[in-house]
């Protein structure tokens, strides 16, 4: 207790010490602030750093590439994700110049590089300059594809180009789209349309049954060949996996008409609705166009929405000598066209076209906020309104600039050459006794398989895998492989045109020397 001899020691409030350390916490985060922006924010001020920085970037890039001899070095997950764990994210740099440098050994020495020639493996393209121009710029302007007060030029720009597409596809006056991230997610929308589609048409019928009742009626046909984004979108729209019914394919890959014809008869005789009828354009393994006009006619007979799935073989329409096999794309009510597949472009890069404009609006929301229903009105043009996303990049551009520089001769020419280039391929490995083709190629594929004489379907089973992990674990070559009715095979996908036919007969002795050097009774492994 305070007396005259121990007064009572003097102390500032609690409040006041909170307060100093709070000021003194502000100043030092604004002062923080003040050198983020200065130092990294892309503003007029920065524009030489911009400049600079970007260029060490791009030196790099070069670099790297110049010096690389083979597609990729064969570096194992494990490697990889231990030195990606050894970094201390919360330890900056602090420069450009230390980032790329502690980059190489992360990232790009061990990239698989998909411009090298003994890159063989997925529909991964070499990319044309002029896109990767673009790629620079719409990443530094940053537009953004939603809303018209977001990307003014960049809008037009987009929509040109999705004229352009549904001009060539021949889908008609009153057709349209919207880019999109890739072919899984233009599938999804087209037929999320359709869904949409045939459940107001059912509930045009004064059907009152709720949403999912409705749902369990639907189903997509499509063949046992196309994408898997097909099943994963039914799965994604409510109709489960088992709302796709899988129609058998021919020798030749594409699909049984008459079996489709089979299929949709049993549907409407079983009550069920036969929402979409999908044909693919390019399968993934062979190539193969669906017979087109055929698979339209059945669509219409039977109220289906046709969707052409695109992906891969859309490319096509700017093809000097192949444009006739996508014959009868434009009866399609939507169609997917990847173009960072066949027209060379950086990913992502794909749209989504309608025949209908009319039809996007099953997508349509409008948010008081971002895209109220009185823009619409008054004819503000929102990709949003037409849009799965929301915030979109400007990927347009990288098509836009491709035109402008090289024309869509050029790019169909690309196209052109890796088909030529498979063929030739395919001949090689028909001749070949100790491979065995699968099927003659249709697009730039090449499925195949180490089979030599005396070799049972069991032994190449067990040996294909272990070639195809071998080459790759040796960084000289990347090839797929597949299932070829329960078999497993090998795989070139062939999109780099800058490759000869030389690139893939060394490729096809490496997958020999490995074979023989794998198999048991050549001394290898079991």
């Given amino acids: 207790m305070p007396t005259a001899r121990n007064p009572p020691v003097t102390t500032l409030p609690l409040v006041h010490e909170k307060t100093a350390v709070h000021e003194k916490t502000a100043v030092h985060e604004k002062t923080a602030a003040r050198d ?82 003994g890159y063989a493996a997925h529909l991964n393209c070499p990319v044309v300059i002029p896109a990767l121009v673009g790629e620079a710029v719409l990443s530094a302007v940053n537009s953004s594809m939603d809303t018209w007060d977001q990307s003014a030029g960049a809008t037009m720009i987009e929509r040109r180009l999705v004229d352009w597409t549904t001009s060539l596809l021949g889908l008609g006056p009153g057709s349209d789209g919207v880019f999109t991230s890739g072919g899984s997610q233009s599938n999804l929308q087209a037929l999320l349309i359709a869904r949409n589609h045939a459940v107001a048409q059912l509930r045009g019928e004064a059907s009152r049954e709720r949403l999912p009742v409705l749902l369990d009626r639907l189903r997509i046909f499509t063949s046992e060949a196309s994408h898997f984004s097909i099943r994963k979108s039914a799965s994604l729209l409510g109709l489960g996996y088992d709302g796709v019914v899988g129609i058998r394919c021919g020798a030749d890959g594409r699909i049984d008409p008459a079996e489709l014809a089979r299929q949709l008869a049993g549907c409407r005789s079983a009550g069920l609705v036969p929402m979409a009828v999908v044909a693919t354009a390019g399968t993934t393994d062979f ?13 219409r007979a039977y109220g289906s929405w046709f969707h052409v799935d695109a992906a891969y073989g859309g490319g096509l329409i700017v093809s000097a000598r192949h ?85 869509a001769a050029g790019v169909g020419a690309l196209f052109d050459e890796v088909i030529d280039l498979a063929a030739r391929t395919g001949c090689l490995l028909e001749a070949d006794p100790d491979f065995e083709l699968a099927a003659r ?86």
């Fill in 441 to 526: 190629p249709q697009l730039s594929t090449v499925v195949f398989r180490y089979k030599p004489d005396g070799m049972s379907d069991d032994e190449a089973d067990v040996l294909n895998p272990r070639i195809r992990a071998a080459v790759f674990a040796s960084g000289e070559a990347v090839v797929a492989g597949t299932k070829v009715g329960g078999r497993h095979f090998l795989k070139f996908t062939l999109l780099n045109a800058d490759t000869a036919l030389g690139d893939l007969r060394r490729i096809i002795e490496l997958l020999r020397r490995t074979g023989t050097a794998l198999r048991p009774s050549a001394g290898g492994a079991a």
């Fill in 36 to 117: 983020a922006a200065s130092r990294f924010l892309l503003n007029t001020a920065n524009s030489a750093r911009y400049r600079a920085e970007v260029l060490q970037g791009v030196d790099l890039v070069a670099a790297t590439m110049e010096r690389t001899t083979r597609p990729c070095t064969g570096a194992t997950p494990a490697q990889l994700a231990a030195r990606v764990a050894a970094v201390d994210l919360d330890a900056p740099l602090g420069g450009i110049a230390e980032a790329l440098a502690e980059l190489e050994p992360l990232y790009l020495r061990d990239a698989v590089y998909f411009h090298d020639p």
């Fill in 287 to 299: 190539g193969s166009i669906d017979p087109l006009p055929e698979l339209a006619a059945l669509a």
């Fill in 323 to 407: 444009r006739h096999l996508l014959d009868g794309i434009g009866l399609a009510d939507s169609v997917t066209v990847d173009y960072h597949k066949t027209f060379f472009q950086p990913v992502s890069s794909s749209a989504v076209l309608v025949r209908d404009r009319a039809s996007l609006g099953h997508v349509t929301y409008y948010a008081d906020y971002l895209n109220p229903e009185s823009a619409a009105r008054q004819d503000i043009p929102n990709q949003v309104d037409k849009s799965i996303q929301t915030t979109r990049r400007f990927d347009a551009l990288k098509l836009w600039l491709t035109l402008r520089t090289m024309g």
